[in-house]
């Protein structure tokens, strides 16, 4: 089994310095990237059985951590302007 690396700064490289200035400045940000790793390591968990969960949460978590990537993006692309 591979393993996927789902972290903001991997998922999203181009955009390091925008993700390290934001999470110093915008405490929305902040909040938000947390919550994006901890959805991630609690997803990578449920995929390696650690704790293992019904399909339909883990699905659930997976898309929790769609959404909260889909908002951070947004947030980074107007911070570029």
């Not at 591979?2 to 934001?22: Q, Y």
């Not at 898309?63 to 947030?75: C, N, Q, T, V």
């Amino acid at each position: 089994m591979t393993i996927e690396h789902h972290d903001l700064v991997h998922e999203l490289p181009e955009f390091r310095e925008a993700i390290h200035e934001l999470k110093m400045k915008d405490a929305h940000f902040q909040r938000l990237f947390d919550e994006y790793h901890e959805t991630t390591r609690q997803v990578a968990r449920m995929e390696a059985e650690i704790e293992p969960v019904m399909t339909q949460v883990e699905e659930e978590y997976k898309l929790k951590r769609l959404h909260l990537k889909d908002e951070l993006y947004a947030m980074l692309r107007a911070h570029r302007g």
